[in-house]
């Protein structure tokens, strides 16, 4: 016996900007004083402000890796697990 039946279900999809956290924390690690990380993260305003001020002598620059580290900081829409 034959039975066509059709099982849907609605679910969101899960995009991802096809950045990852890897490559955000080595730009925060190694070129964070010229903005580099903020400017991949999708952050432009403050990568441009982070590289006129040096990475803000360098404090900024440490503050940023930590939170890239932690996972405070990720790319602009990447879906955060809550």
Known sequence: MWCAR???KNRKC???SGKVWSSAFL????LGGFGADR???G???YGVFKL????GLAVWSMVDAILV???FLHP???????
């Open 14 to 16: 899960n995009w991802s």
């Open 43 to 45: 952050d432009i305003g």
């Open 69 to 71: 580290a932690v996972g």
């Open 52 to 55: 006129l001020s040096f990475g």
């Open 76 to 82: 602009e829409g990447h879906w955060v697990l809550a």
């Open 27 to 30: 730009y925060s690690a190694t």
């Open 39 to 41: 400017f991949y993260l």
């Open 6 to 8: 059709e099982f849907s």
